[in-house]
């Protein structure tokens, strides 16, 4: 854990929610037939209101241990907490999805059939916990917190890739999760967008210290948002170091420049070079 | 910087974002390029508001002169965001404010003027940009929404979202604008000619025998027709009922038993499992397999046409909306499901409007099939209709009334499939716009 972090932990005792523990998980497909073999043995702590990114080669097993804490399928062992609650294990294969963990997705997922607003407010109307009003109020005072005021009566098809992403991450905070999940989120942004949306998720992040579990290929973006990093052996999945990002926290586009930033990068390039060329050449053998 | 890059950022911020791509276009040939140092003072309050600016790079920091009310009159200003703004409002040409760049920083600035006359040539774009201003000023600025108030309108009417009605109206008029409607004229013209020429004029070995076009436009708007069918007699109209009502019941019973069928069959593997294998061995049978059977089944001369009709729909309907929802992206239930929808919730939510696209495409489908097994349904049993005119008119000897019966069922045929996708875009607004917005 970096020690911004610890200093911040102490200072908010029991304050943050979401500490994510993963224990000895293994994940394998089909295990009957091909029996694809996704994660192995991958044991990993996430502290509470940590930015943890999960960097690593492409088809490692990222995605899938992310859709294990989300709920979306099965693990075949190991077991996986939330705050020292059990999410899933050998009792209960599949976790609950549920809205103190909610998804960003790769390619986005706001219903293109409801407004910008009607999306934000999804998650509130679903659970009926307020009333109707209540809802869109609050709807409307956080996308204008996220500077998203004027697309409210928009279609997600109408606005930019960079709002749309804006409005998703709304969409999740309006329902005060523990953990935010991002399943590569920026990856189709070209890399102005990026920057700004980089900047964005931050400030957002200052406002609502919540865990977030982020899958990247981008070492910038990286080392640029989170407290670690944890860089993933090629598959199966397995955390194979683990880097403190000890720049400290708020950050702005100004650590880009910082000597500290490229050591970061130089020491990261290494290690994840090594594990590509790891999964390219296991790639040719199966291929 | 490029025009490319120019129209990026146009469209990255909040006023531009929904303008369509020539007019960005025309908005960035406008823009000049301009880049500051940290420190320069861009404008001072009270100078001439000549030019509104798009921060590209850097930062900007934007003071409010004392005397408006703000709840915040300072303000930064990052790439993307729009300042300036006193440019292009309708009385107040001075600037409210002062900037100053913080570090070095580059711009893009618009003639105020220059873009609201781009403005008036096209109005409806010109009102949301400035409505969006209005908003802009009065959100992020703070300013009361006097101050906004002031940015210029350019339709007459208050511009309102597009829906239904609007929207048609909006799209005929693109439509006579463009040149679709006379190509469409043109293509009546020469099939008209071909026939005229062909049977009338050089009276061709095989077309000799078929009624011509004087002879059936004669028939078909005359008072005293000789075969007893025209646009005033009420037997005509009465055959156009019978058969619409068919349709009517027909499709009315495949959409309300196919579409929830497709959706379940979708929705639910084991339901799907028990009911599809039936499904796809029924559905190869051709409808007019079925005739004897629904002949014998069914009373009367009514209801066997109707099934026939009803038959053909059913099975477009059901396959296309079970399709609709197995395209469904499966981020968008997981997306539900991490929102704390139920199961029935996220049907309702996401497998009903999530397969409507496919299942509008199915009952485009179904409807034209309804008419088709319709014909042959009346041609074989029954009374009246379309299809009973064409077949009786062949026995007894009155071509030119297969002709006009023909006519109308394409001029009906087409009606009702236009108004089956009218229904589909006015329950599906988010991809009209969507797809307007790509220039389709
Ligand atoms: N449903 C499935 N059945 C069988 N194998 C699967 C399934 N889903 C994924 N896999 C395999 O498991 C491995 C890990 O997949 P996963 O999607 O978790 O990788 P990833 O690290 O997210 O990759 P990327 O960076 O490309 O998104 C891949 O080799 C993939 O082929
Ligand atoms: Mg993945």
């Known amino acids: 854990m970096s020690a911004v972090l610890q200093k911040a932990d102490k200072a908010e005792k029991g304050a943050l929610k979401g500490a994510i523990r993963i224990e000895d998980v293994v994940k394998i497909y089909d295990p009957e037939g091909a029996a694809v073999m996704a994660v192995d043995h991958c044991s990993l702590d996430i502290p509470a209101g940590e930015i943890c990114m999960i960097v690593g080669p492409s088809g490692c097993g990222k995605t899938t241990l992310l859709n294990a804490i989300a709920g979306f399928h099965s693990i075949s062992s190991g077991k996986i907490f939330l705050d020292n609650e059990l999410l899933c294990g050998p009792e209960k294969p599949m976790a609950q999805p549920g809205s103190d963990r909610i998804v960003v997705f790769q390619n986005g997922a706001l219903f293109p059939w409801k407004s910008n607003l009607d999306n934000v407010a999804f998650g509130p109307l679903m659970q009926g916990k307020l009333g109707k009003k209540e809802i869109y109020d609050k709807a409307r005072s956080m996308m204008a917190d996220a500077g998203l005021s004027g697309t409210e009566h928009n279609f997600p098809g109408e606005v930019s890739s960079g709002l749309r992403r804006r409005v998703e991450i709304v969409r999740a905070l309006m329902n005060e999760p523990k953990v935010l999940l991002f399943d590569e989120p920026y990856r189709a942004l070209d890399s102005l967008t990026k920057s700004v949306m980089h900047e964005a998720l931050l400030e957002i992040y200052y406002k609502n210290k919540v865990t977030i579990f982020f899958i990247t290929h981008d070492l910038e973006e990286a080392i640029f948002l989170g407290h670690r990093l944890v860089i993933m052996s090629s598959r199966p999945c397995k955390p194979k170091k683990i880097i403190d990002v000890d720049i400290p926290h708020p950050r702005d586009y100004s650590v880009l420049t910082s000597t500290r930033y490229r050591q970061l990068m130089d020491e990261t390039i290494e290690l994840v070079h090594e594990e590509a060329k790891k999964a390219f050449s296991a790639g040719e053998k199966e291929g | ?440």
């Open chain 2, 1 to 440: 910087m490029d025009q490319n890059q120019t129209v990026a950022l146009l469209k990255r911020s909040m006023p531009f974002q929904t303008v369509p791509g020539e007019m960005l276009d025309a908005i960035a040939k406008l823009a000049r390029y301009e880049s500051y140092a940290r420190g320069d003072v861009i404008y001072h309050q009270g100078d001439f508001a000549d030019d509104v600016y798009i921060v590209s790079s850097g930062t900007v920091q934007h003071t409010l002169g004392i005397g408006f009310q703000a709840t915040h009159p300072e303000k930064i200003l990052h790439s993307g965001d729009v300042f300036g703004w006193a440019a292009v409002l309708d009385n107040q040409r001075s600037r409210l404010a002062k900037t100053v760049c913080m570090e070095r920083t580059e711009l893009i600035r618009i003639n105020g003027e220059e873009l609201i006359n781009l403005f008036r040539a096209s109005p409806e774009t010109g009102d949301i940009v400035m409505s969006r201003f209005a908003t802009m000023i009065n959100k992020e600025y703070t300013l009361p929404e006097e101050v906004a108030g002031h940015v210029p309108h350019f339709t007459q009417v208050p511009v309102t979202m597009a829906t239904g009605l609007t929207l048609t109206m909006f799209r005929l008029s693109q439509w006579l604008k463009s040149p679709k409607p006379y190509l469409m004229f043109t293509g009546f013209g020469i099939l008209l000619a071909t026939w005229y020429f062909t049977v009338e004029v050089w009276k061709l070995p095989r077309f000799a025998d078929m009624p011509g076009l004087t002879v059936v436009m004669k028939e078909w708007f005359s008072k005293d027709p000789v075969y007893g069918l025209s646009i005033y007699t009420p037997e005509y109209y009465q055959h156009i009922w019978v058969s619409v009502r068919r349709i009517l019941i027909a499709f009315f019973l495949a959409t309300v038993l196919g579409v929830p069928l497709g959706l379940f069959l979708g929705w639910s593997k084991t339901f799907r499992e028990y009911v599809f294998p039936v499904f796809e061995t029924l559905r190869p049978i051709p409808i007019l397999a079925w005739v004897p059977l629904a002949i014998l089944m069914f009373q009367g001369s009514e209801t066997p046409v109707i099934f026939l009709t009803f038959l053909a729909s059913f099975y477009a309907t059901a396959l296309n909306t079970m399709l609709g929802v197995e395209t469904i992206d499966e981020s968008y239930s997981r997306a539900a499901a991490c929102l704390g929808a139920s199961k029935w919730q996220t049907f309702k939510e996401v497998i009903v409007p999530g397969a409507m696209p496919f299942m509008f495409t199915g009952l485009q489908i179904s409807i034209g099939v309804a008419w088709f097994s319709l014909v042959a349904g009346e041609m074989v049993s029954g009374e009246f209709g379309l299809g009973y005119v064409i077949n009786t008119s062949y026995t007894m000897v009155r071509y030119p009334t297969i002709v006009i019966g023909m006519i109308t069922l394409g001029i009906v045929g087409y009606t009702s499939s236009a108004l089956v996708r009218m229904a589909g875009d006015y329950m599906m607004q988010w991809r009209v716009r969507e797809l307007a917005l790509g220039g389709r």
